[in-house]
């Protein structure tokens, strides 16, 4: 990074940002390798376990919208700061009171919420202090804290069989207390911000149909990388009887893959267009994803083709997010919220729909044959509408797409 990049906006906002997102995201993510463990004690079926560990996704897509009202009406500093108590809180309880029943479980979920929706909030945050050139930049570090599922899936098991999965809240307010006290001192709103988006925004970008195929195709990426990392621990333990710690270093080797891979998702669809990588990502994605679904006997390939699918779903996310601004460029923060809402959508129905599939059937096969055809659906719907874009969006957005 060029010195310039530094001094062209707020380094400490950037950070704090970044770390908000990053512990955000650990917590919005908990219930998903803790599930195992918690539907034990909790005598849960399978299908109220992943319903449990969907909630927050669906509560978060949600969410977003309103925190990111908070953020356009106030500020985006203050909306982070409410965020943060209102997750603060909910796991504070959860941890002095206990969870003692599905139905309180599901209530967590729905207060994870907000912590999901830290994304309307940390990236117009960071993204208000840099002029266009560097916005790719403070971009990609912000949206880096989708790595903080990682944590979650390396260390939750582990805590909640040393201390109890209840504790694991407890511990959990460590963190997010001094990511609090960090936001509040080092972030700081941009002198100038954009004026704030009105529902009739919102609607009239719904009606151009090109909004509708771009929250597929994130609702397909960011819906599976999500939904994927919810239901995987509860998939391995079901599948191949691992304890719930293997489990969970399992789940985090395929979610730092495609935590890894947005920013260089956004790289490479620069490189050779938005639209060529992703049909790629699709086809790979969907093979893997297929081949998976006949139950292979061995664990060890089945992580190594969930990598690989995670690899090419996180680089998606980089790739859709690389296109959204040359077709959308004047409604880029209508649609970023619109998109980040069905992606959300997308990972709750993939991780509820895995789980009750499961539980109908007896495995997973159908619902990940299921989730496999729709990235070929994705593929079809990708390749049928690049002819028109190429005429729709005009010459120089193409060259930039590469079709």
């Known amino acids: 990074m060029h010195t310039s990049f530094w001094k062209a906006g707020h380094p400490p906002t950037l950070f704090a940002a970044f770390l908000y997102f990053d512990l955000s995201f650990m917590v919005w993510y908990v219930l998903g390798p803790?599930?195992?463990?918690?539907?034990?004690?909790?005598?849960?079926?399978?299908?109220?376990?992943?319903?449990?560990?969907?909630?927050?996704?669906?509560?978060?897509?949600?969410?977003?919208?309103?925190?990111?009202?908070?953020?356009?009406?106030?500020?985006?500093?203050?909306?982070?700061?409410?965020?943060?108590?209102?997750?603060?809180?909910?796991?504070?309880?959860?941890?002095?009171?206990?969870?003692?029943?599905?139905?309180?479980?599901?209530?967590?979920?729905?207060?994870?919420?907000?912590?999901?929706?830290?994304?309307?909030?940390?990236?117009?945050?960071?993204?208000?202090?840099?002029?266009?050139?560097?916005?790719?930049?403070?971009?990609?570090?912000?949206?880096?804290?989708?790595?903080g599922t990682v944590l979650a899936a390396l260390f939750a098991p582990g805590l909640a069989a040393l201390f109890g999965w209840n504790n694991v809240f407890g511990l959990a307010l460590i963190p997010l207390l001094l990511t609090l006290l960090i936001f509040a001192g080092m972030a700081k709103n941009a002198p100038t911000r954009p004026a704030p988006k009105a529902l009739g925004d919102y609607l009239k970008a719904l009606a151009d149909k090109d909004s509708w195929w771009f929250m597929f195709f994130y609702s397909v990426t960011?819906?599976?990388?999500?939904?994927?990392?919810?239901?995987?621990?509860?998939?391995?333990?079901?599948?191949?009887?691992?304890?719930?710690?293997?489990?969970?270093?399992?789940?985090?080797?395929?979610?730092?893959?495609?935590?890894?891979?947005?920013?260089?998702?956004?790289?490479?669809?620069?490189?050779?267009?938005?639209?060529?990588?992703?049909?790629?990502?699709?086809?790979?994605?969907?093979?893997?994803?297929?081949?998976?679904?006949?139950?292979?006997?061995?664990?060890?390939?089945?992580?190594?083709?969930?990598v690989v699918a995670m690899l090419c779903l996180g680089a998606g996310n980089g790739a859709v997010f690389q296109l959204v601004p040359q077709r959308f460029h004047r409604e880029i923060g209508v649609m970023t919220g619109l998109i980040g809402m069905a992606g959300g959508i997308g990972g709750f129905c993939l991780a509820a729909g895995l789980g009750a599939i499961k539980q109908a059937s007896g495995d997973y096969q159908l619902g990940l044959w299921l989730f496999a055809s729709l990235g070929v659906l994705a593929w079809i719907g990708l390749f049928s509408v690049k002819r028109r874009w190429r005429s729709t969006w005009g010459s120089s957005a193409m060259t930039a797409a590469r079709v």
Not at 80 to 103: D, K, N, P, R, T
Not at 231 to 238: I, K, Q
Request: aromatic letters at 10%; charged letters at 10%.
């Open 34 to 147: 803790l599930g195992v463990q918690i539907a034990a004690d909790l005598g849960l079926t399978t299908q109220q376990r992943s319903l449990m560990v969907a909630t927050p996704i669906l509560a978060g897509a949600i969410l977003r919208f309103v925190l990111g009202i908070l953020a356009d009406r106030t500020s985006p500093k203050s909306a982070g700061l409410f965020g943060q108590v209102v997750v603060i809180l909910a796991l504070a309880v959860a941890w002095l009171h206990g969870i003692h029943s599905f139905e309180q479980a599901l209530l967590l979920g729905l207060f994870l919420g907000f912590a999901g929706a830290s994304f309307a909030v940390s990236l117009p945050l960071a993204s208000q202090w840099y002029p266009p050139e560097h916005q790719g930049k403070a971009m990609g570090i912000a949206g880096a804290g989708n790595s």
């Open 222 to 306: 960011f819906g599976g990388f999500l939904g994927l990392a919810s239901a995987l621990p509860g998939y391995f333990f079901d599948q191949y009887g691992f304890d719930p710690v293997k489990a969970g270093y399992y789940t985090a080797a395929c979610v730092f893959a495609g935590s890894l891979m947005r920013p260089l998702g956004g790289a490479l669809a620069d490189r050779i267009g938005g639209i060529r990588s992703l049909l790629v990502m699709y086809t790979v994605a969907a093979l893997a994803i297929a081949v998976v679904g006949v139950n292979l006997p061995s664990a060890s390939a089945a992580l190594a083709l969930f």
